[in-house]
């Protein structure tokens, strides 16, 4: 129930909550739109690789939507404008088995094609990778680097998850979905899609009814362990790399590139003020490794980017990026730190500071 306060009178009012088929909007045209244009209204941070996807072998099935989520893993979507049928939970296992055969380099190609197509645009692959990159949360995934061919070289988890999204869920939904989970450990979530009618205008509401909240906690961290564990003994994160190299030593000084300062900041970047500076610490058996000078506490490089870009045109910390493409070392032709873990230099190739 949502409920509109009078900012006046501060009287209470109930908002009536409506079917989107009797407000007059359309399951494709629509809910599909929205979804793509703003994942978050299916309840999480979402990379949309393509819409209506039917590359399969010896079926005219379509998939709804195929997303990725930062963890590394597909997310096969199925959207239903109302109640969601008997089948759909069916659907999406059958596209979920498609699916799992697909490479890194594949879904990437796929996102290339629709959204070239989408925008009439012409993005390349090195802008896709780029993109895969950054959208990955290297804590799990690692620092991921890019081909010779320009893609995002990571690891795509073979097992994808099921984000069923629909006006409302029945047991013949509900039921299977919950013996799947708990019996084989598939991921699934039910998010019910709300839409209200205030004031000429259609509010919608994302509410997660499967897992409850505090089920998916604990499946969460049970999951991010496995993950953690995984990634750790499939490659070695960036500043380790780093630091055997002797690219970066404790104390070391990077700056924040000036090519990733957003548009109409007030505040001047200078490789001089704090704000824009950091030291690497070199503590390797912790997270936090690196001291922000402006305010001299220590931070993961994605947190102290997450951190700094909130400051600066208060971006939302739980979006996630590869803070690695955002720092640069002045002693190696303040090229970024992702650039020089993805390539072969070593400490003799250290300029000398001025």
Not at 71 to 82: H, T
């Amino acid at each position: 129930m949502i409920f509109s306060v009078s900012g006046d009178e501060g009287t209470l009012e109930d908002i009536e909550e409506k079917d989107l088929a009797d407000l007059g909007f359309l399951e494709r045209q629509d809910l599909q739109k929205w979804a793509i244009e703003e994942p978050r209204i299916l309840g999480e941070d979402l990379l949309i690789i393509t819409s209506e996807y039917a590359n399969f072998e010896d079926t005219r099935d379509r998939l709804d939507i195929l997303a990725l989520d930062s963890q590394g893993k597909l997310v096969i979507v199925e959207l239903k404008r109302d109640r969601a049928d008997r089948t759909t939970d069916l659907q999406a296992i059958k596209y979920a088995s498609y699916c799992a055969t697909l490479t890194a380099e594949d879904i990437q190609k796929d996102h290339r094609e629709f959204w070239n197509d989408r925008n009439d645009d012409s993005i390349g692959p090195e802008e896709v990778g780029q993109t895969f990159a950054d959208f990955l949360d290297d804590s799990v995934t690692g620092e991921v680097p890019l081909t010779d061919n320009g893609w995002a070289n990571f690891e795509l988890d073979d097992k994808p998850r099921i984000l069923l999204a629909a006006g409302s869920f029945g047991t013949e939904i509900t039921s299977p979905v919950m013996w799947l989970i708990e019996e084989y450990g598939m991921e699934i979530t039910c998010t019910r899609i709300e839409a209200y009618e205030h004031q000429d205008r259609i509010l919608l509401n994302s509410q997660q009814v499967i897992p409850v909240s505090e089920a998916e906690e604990y499946m969460t961290k049970r999951r991010e362990k496995q993950e953690k564990q995984e990634s750790t003994s499939r490659r070695k994160w960036a500043l380790p790399v780093l630091l055997d190299r002797g690219v970066l030593v404790p104390g070391d000084i990077v700056v924040f590139d000036e090519e990733q300062v957003p548009e109409g900041v007030k505040r001047e970047w200078n490789p001089e003020d704090e704000f824009w500076r950091a030291r690497i610490t070199g503590e390797t058996g912790q997270q936090d490794n690196v001291e922000w000078l402006h305010d001299g506490n220590t931070y993961s490089f994605t947190g102290l980017t997450k951190e700094l870009l909130h400051q600066l045109v208060n971006r939302d910390r739980d979006k996630t990026l590869n803070g690695y493409t955002y720092w640069c070392h002045p002693e190696f032709d303040d090229r970024t730190l992702s650039n020089l873990r993805n390539s072969k230099v070593t400490a003799p190739d250290r300029e000398e500071p001025m």
